[in-house]
């Protein structure tokens, strides 16, 4: 039979009297915590269960993963221009990018939700056209910026920051030499950056996208302070009705926890794909075909 290759050989190490004391300590934690969880009835589990799948909770679910799946998807594409701009030649355009960058990243979500929900006391008017023409058509930002409108914009707005730096240092990974060799093959920027570099960024990129993505579901609690109907909104409006303050918190605790752990499954799955994908090119075991699929530019091709 053929050896299997180091890294998929099992490390064994002999067990110590510490291995035995830890798994004893870690137990005995385990079983104190689930003790007392299940002995308290200040939890009071049958409310839990009660309000686990009314009708308010699942509405609030539905409206915590619609605004995660539009701010991330908003974020994504606004991140990958930012990014596109701070990698730029040009000062101004790379600058502009790193102050957006900088701004976004070091005030709170928080802040920023509250600001832009209030935007309409700083541009009460605002005009849309052409200039120059005459032709606009004027805005009302009372009206625009509703709670669930400024929750859209400030969660998109501070994720295309982060999404932007993630991207940028994902371009950051590519080997020089693949942008030169597209570079010699006459490839233009815009026919670089779809065949060559965003398709081998993806490896460095998808982790850390997932982890904004689960970070991001997490964010939505904050919109509840401008009133939107999410998840930790609809408990709260049901505990300041019937003043079951902790069950309703444990009920929006169990489902942010269930969608986090549904959303890390896809996340691990596409890690190993993409992260197999790029041991095979950088082995040298794909084909030229499967490399070209991926954007990996063989350097031979561009002499």
Do not use: C
Not at 112 to 134: D, K, R
Request: charged residues 15%.
């Amino acid at each position: 039979m053929k050896d299997l290759p180091a890294e998929h050989k099992k490390r064994i190490r002999a067990r110590h009297v510490g291995d035995y004391l830890a798994w004893a300590a870690a137990t005995a934690i385990v079983a104190t915590l689930v003790y007392t969880v299940v002995t308290n009835e200040n939890y009071r589990w049958p409310v839990v269960l009660r309000y686990l799948t009314t009708a308010t909770v699942l509405d609030g679910i539905v409206t915590t993963l619609w605004l995660t799946v539009v701010s991330m998807v908003l974020g994504t594409l606004l991140g990958l221009v930012l990014a596109v701009m701070r990698m730029s030649p040009l000062i101004p355009i790379s600058g502009l990018a790193r102050l957006y960058i900088t701004f976004f990243r070091g005030t709170p979500v928080l802040v920023q939700l509250i600001f832009w929900f209030n935007v309409a006391a700083l541009y009460p008017h605002l005009s849309l056209g052409i200039p120059f023409t005459g032709i606009s058509e004027p805005i009302d930002m009372n009206k625009l910026m509703t709670p669930l409108t400024a929750a859209i914009v400030a969660l998109t707005l501070n994720q295309g920051a982060y999404m932007a730096e993630i991207i940028r240092g994902g371009f950051a990974s590519i080997p020089p030499g693949q942008t030169e060799a597209a570079a010699s093959l006459g490839m233009s920027r815009f026919t670089m950056l779809r065949r060559v570099l965003i398709p081998q960024t993806m490896p460095a990129v998808i982790p850390a996208t997932g982890n904004q993505v689960i970070s991001m579901l997490k964010e939505t609690s904050l919109v509840s302070v401008l009133g939107v109907a999410d998840l930790l909104q609809s408990a709260q409006t049901i505990y300041s009705r019937t003043f079951e303050t902790i069950p309703l918190l444990i009920v929006a605790s169990i489902w942010y926890l269930v969608m986090t752990l549904t959303l890390s499954v896809p996340q691990s799955m596409i890690e190993r794909r993409f992260s197999r994908s790029s041991r095979r090119v950088a082995g040298g075991h794909a084909p030229v075909a499967a490399q070209l699929e991926l954007g990996y530019v063989p350097m031979k091709e561009a002499v």
